[in-house]
């Protein structure tokens, strides 16, 4: 018999598990794991937890006005942030898309352990998303230069093409084409030098 301590400890061991594959993954690029592995451990320096250990005068959100920076609120449901996942819910071709920073984590989780071309694309676009708000958001405090919401997605995409133009395996077909067209993929550029497989 398991008792339930030890029973929610492989649960979290496997939950760890889970994140840590969509992190680790060959489709996050090392520049973005960093980031990542800090917003789904929920350790990010977060001017929430900031002030529980230094006094600071000012916790709201660098992003938008009204709100406590934490770490829900960065990457979940809110203008800035919620903006972008619309975005990125439109280009990967999903009706819906979760809202809460703990959804969004637990659907990603499931989309890392799929293979499927249209994964690859998602793992590869979740893992900008999350770096750009977190670029966005140190940029504001540390008075770098800022983009604008129009900018940072500008930024997404344009990372997400010039490395889905290097895959040298591509499935052929209309759904996937469409994934192409969205991220600004030109169809000359992928059929040259690739291996199509037959679906
Ligand atoms: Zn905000």
Sequence with gaps: MISNKVWNTIRDKEEIVDWANLVWSSKVIPRHQFILWLAFQEILNT?????????????SCLLCEGNEEIVDHLFGNYSFASKLWNKFAKNIEMTRFPEDWKEIKEVSMKKAK?????????????????????????????????????????????????NIQTWRRVPKNEQNWNLYRNWNVSYQKVTKDTVFLAR
């Design 47 to 59: 001017r929430d937890r900031v002030k529980k250990y230094m006094e600071i005068l000012d916790s």
């Design 114 to 162: 799929c293979t499927k071309f249209k994964s690859k694309i998602f793992k590869y676009g979740f893992g900008s998303t999350v770096y750009n708000i977190g670029r966005e958001r140190n940029a504001r405090a540390f008075s770098r230069n800022q983009r604008s919401l129009k900018q940072t997605w500008d930024n997404i995409v344009t990372y997400c093409n010039a």
